[in-house]
């Protein structure tokens, strides 16, 4: 188990307003919301805030892999655990912020956290990410109660926004906010490309694509590798390594699937990596890929991750990825589910010249520095009770 390193800092805003923070979010080895919970909390440490973490898996001191936590233990810190802690620790802040995901027992926290606001008369933060439409529809009363009840409803991307206002809530369109994901510029950045596929052991003649996330159904990690086989077929790559850089339970079903189209050789599954590699499989990349189904992504952190190192973006059209890759000067985009698309567009990012500046330029508004700036001033705008 990894220790969570959280900044040393406390005191005053920038502003002047003390801002004083319950951070409550999953803290784990892997996943977007354990990222999101971990790097704003650590951004908002720099500003001066008061920030204290509180995990929806146990232990706020460690990264923990979620299988290491039972269901009624997961399911006891989201709901009773989190209204003793915000009893227990009432006097240190004045805001609960809830990072909260789905399905309905991780969205739960949202509702244990609005409530312990109300009995402790503090103010409440959800952050929601999550972007089904069935989701939304099945449970649109109680996404609705929340949205009533906290004082703002942040999201992470305007379609996520349309969905509630859809489906949800169009009544409470002032109490909904749109700020998106971050990254942390100071591990994601350009380093060279011989430089890291050396530290990796990749050999040096070889083309590189890269896909980082869970392996998970709606990942899309089938449609790749389908797309790498029409690749090597139609233009000989005999030198292209796709590494599909992550762990979950559709392993055994990809690794099948690439003994099935004979890419023992072109398709490795890493397994988990240490956080501090992602950049050097980046770098050692041409681009990422990221084939997730349509509703798969609310965001998608990995995509500005990669933008961040300079490279572009092969993704589908998965919901999240359209508000990334605004333009074919940062990526492509891809029909999701289309293996064949997909082969053909990376095709044309192997053989564009793509403007690293340009692209760096574009993801510099996703550095943490500057979501971190958005939440602060809901914070500090927020009426004092």
């Given at each position: 188990m990894d220790d969570v390193s959280f900044?040393?800092?406390?005191?005053?805003?920038?502003?002047?307003?003390?801002?004083?923070?319950?951070?409550?979010?999953?803290?784990?080895?892997?996943?977007?919301?354990s990222a999101h919970t971990i790097n704003l909390t650590n951004?908002?440490?720099?500003?001066?805030?008061?920030?204290?973490?509180y995990s929806f898996l146990g232990d706020s001191k460690k990264e923990l892999e979620p299988s290491e936590v039972?269901?009624?233990?997961?399911?006891?810190?989201?709901?009773?655990?989190?209204?003793?802690?915000?009893y227990k620790k009432r006097s240190e802040y004045d805001i609960i912020h809830i990072q909260t995901s789905g399905g309905i027992f991780s969205f739960i926290s949202s509702i244990s956290g609005i409530a312990a606001a109300k009995m402790l008369k503090k103010h409440s933060v959800v952050t929601?990410?999550?972007?089904?439409?069935d989701f939304y529809k099945r449970y649109h009363g109680i996404i609705s109660f929340v949205i009533q009840n906290c004082d703002t409803f942040v999201t992470v991307s305007e379609r996520n926004k349309r969905l509630l206002l859809d489906y949800v809530a169009d009544n409470c369109a002032s109490r909904i906010k749109v700020i998106p994901n971050g990254y942390d510029d100071s591990l994601f950045k350009p380093l060279l490309k011989?430089?890291?596929?050396?530290?990796?052991?990749?050999p040096s003649e070889s083309i590189v694509i890269v896909s980082i996330g869970n392996l998970l159904p709606h990942k899309?990690?089938?449609?790749?590798?389908?797309?790498?086989?029409?690749?090597?077929?139609?233009?000989?790559?005999?030198?292209?390594?796709c590494y599909i850089v992550g762990n979950g339970p559709s392993y055994n079903e990809l690794e099948s699937l690439i003994k099935e189209y004979s890419l023992e050789d072109s398709v490795i599954l890493t397994g988990r990596v240490k956080w501090d590699d992602l950049p050097l499989y980046l770098n050692s990349s041409e681009t990422l890929i990221f084939p997730s189904f349509l509703d798969g992504e609310s965001f998608g952190i990995v995509q500005i991750e990669a933008m961040g190192c300079g490279k572009p973006v092969v993704a589908t059209r998965n919901g999240g990825s359209e508000e990334v890759v605004i333009s074919d000067d940062y990526g492509l985009l891809v029909e999701p589910g289309d293996s064949q698309d997909l082969?053909?567009?990376?095709?044309?990012?192997?053989?564009?010249?793509?403007?690293?500046?340009?692209i760096l330029s574009h993801v510099q508004q996703y550095q943490w520095e500057n979501i971190a700036k958005q939440i602060q001033h809901i914070y500090t705008s927020t009426p004092r009770k």
């Open positions: 900044v040393n800092v406390s005191g005053k805003s920038r502003d002047g307003k003390m801002t004083r923070v319950l951070m409550c979010g999953p803290i784990a080895k892997a996943g977007g919301v951004s908002l440490l720099r500003t001066g805030s008061t920030v204290i973490p039972n269901g009624f233990r997961k399911t006891y810190y989201r709901t009773l655990g989190l209204i003793i802690e915000s929601f990410h999550f972007s089904w439409i011989e430089d890291s596929k050396k530290k990796l052991q990749i899309g990690h089938k449609n790749l590798i389908e797309a790498v086989s029409i690749l090597k077929q139609k233009f000989q790559l005999d030198n292209l390594l082969a053909e567009k990376i095709g044309i990012a192997l053989d564009k010249k793509w403007d690293q500046e340009k």
